[in-house]
């Protein structure tokens, strides 16, 4: 009951670990499997050639090592999953500068085993009260280049820091002081700067270069850091104890907030202290769907992420994915047919669930799929003839995951973000806080791309409060009502699609969390109408999907996973080696 894997990794591109002719297929005796079979299966075999982390009692998998280490020392401090969790997220606003935050926001899906219950967090940025539709075009109505990205106008509210806080209290063990000290002291002590992160401080120099007090930080002898220099952020230190010692009024009301607007007053920002006081933390319903006897517990809007891989899966439902093999031309032909088919919806009808009326229900539901495969056959379909479905009925790069299991049931997915690498480059003055540059989520004008290439319209207009539109997809997959996979990713558009692929790779070929996470990966979007893939697909695969008629465009790898997967007495986890600096750590 087993896979060959053949080939290994065998060289870096430039923000993560690609793989060069790596292919894994399904041996023959496979096929009369179910995929839960397979799935159930997984750890009989001694014949893995990537072998996951193991751990008994809990296990953090995330972007850095040094955030690993906190949480899974907060873990064997007795804290659960949302202790550690909380833990992370603060100590990635560290270690992550260009990703982890508390100048951002993002998504947290947890499962509570004490209440047997699975909870959403949406902490996601809101646009200031000033904010308005039209506010990145020029007079001609055109989108003034930059705006919405690095300028103090690019700026959401925060929720990152209110989002942990929220969580902490109502479903963790220990204090705030507690789970925040390993920040404080790596914020003040400084950390070795990796290879990793010091590419991006170079990739992003320029636009980091604009802002002093972003120098001041980041930049030594008027160059970005290099490896082995040291990072040490007594201004951020300094934030975090505020936190520590009056929670999120610190952030929202007190000495931060006062400062965050000081910034955005000096240079023609939006957000001011009212902004900031009204921002609300929402608990959500999760979206609950079921894929070959598994539930999947995710996020809803203004997560589109949580809507459209149900709605994927629910198509994919209706194939022999398993014995199609994994990243055949046969495989991906159904992946990217479907994948198409949820991006166009995606454009049309997600958006704030505060502010628009969405058809989740319809959406996800298994008819709806049913009518949407009716339009899927073996021949390609041009994303021109593809409009966005009739759902019924209504009701009335840069970001980061991690993922958490502790030994009581509990588990923990979070995706959080600035948006691009490092937000829009911006620390508030006083505080060593990066500052999101989020407001490009929303639809500068319905129909324009925005950063990331995605098509939006008027449900994902700008307007004042509003939350905008993301593709997060922190996802708890359960198995006999408990959870049994948690898995999220980074990726911007391609979040979706990644986490998909995480998904089906352990249910539908049952790989382990590590091999599901080094398999090359592919993604389609509608528009642009090209079939994205990762560096290691066969040459015989790309010929043949040539050859249907997909615009094939090999590009940079997609994604950083962080995936555990309840075992037998225990836990396995891995880390993206796109990033390999991530680090999954147990005890």
Known sequence: ??????????????????????????????????????????????????????????MVASEQALASEVGAMILQQGGNAVDAAVAVGFALAVVLPNAGNIGGGGFMVLHDAQSAESFTIDFRETAPAKASRDMYLDKEGNVIDGLSLYSHMAVGVPGTVAGLEYALQKWGSLSLDKVLSPAIKLAEQGFIVGPMLAKTFENEKDNLAKWEETRAIFFKDGEPLKEGDLLVQKDLAHSLKLIAEQGSHAFYQGEIAQKIVAEMQANKGLITLEDLKNYKVIERKPIIGEYRGYKIVTMPPPSSGGIHLVQILNMLEHYPITEYGVNSAKSIHYLAESMKLAYADRSEYLGDPDFVKIPVSGLISKQYANTLVQNISDNIRPASDIKPGKPQPYESDQTTHFSVMDQYG???????????????????????ILLNDEMDDFSAKPGVPNGFGLIGGDANAIAPYKRPLSSMTPTIVMKDNKPWLVTGSPGGARIITTVLQSIINVIDHGMNPAEAIVTPRVHHQWLPDELRVEEGLSPDTLALLKAKGYNVKEKAPMGRVQIIQAGRNGFYGYSDPRNPEGKTIGY
Do not use: C, E, W
């Open 1 to 58: 009951m087993k896979k060959l894997m053949k080939k290994s990794i065998v060289n870096t591109l430039v923000i993560a670990i690609a793989l060069s002719g790596y292919t894994a297929v399904a041996s023959t005796s496979n096929n009369s499997l179910s995929s839960t079979q397979l799935a159930a299966a997984r750890y009989d075999s001694t014949h893995d050639i990537f072998h996951p982390v193991y751990a008994k009692h809990g």
């Open 410 to 432: 509990n588990a923990v997915a979070v995706t959080y973000t600035l948006n691009f690498n490092f937000g829009s480059g911006i620390v508030a003055k006083g505080t060593g």
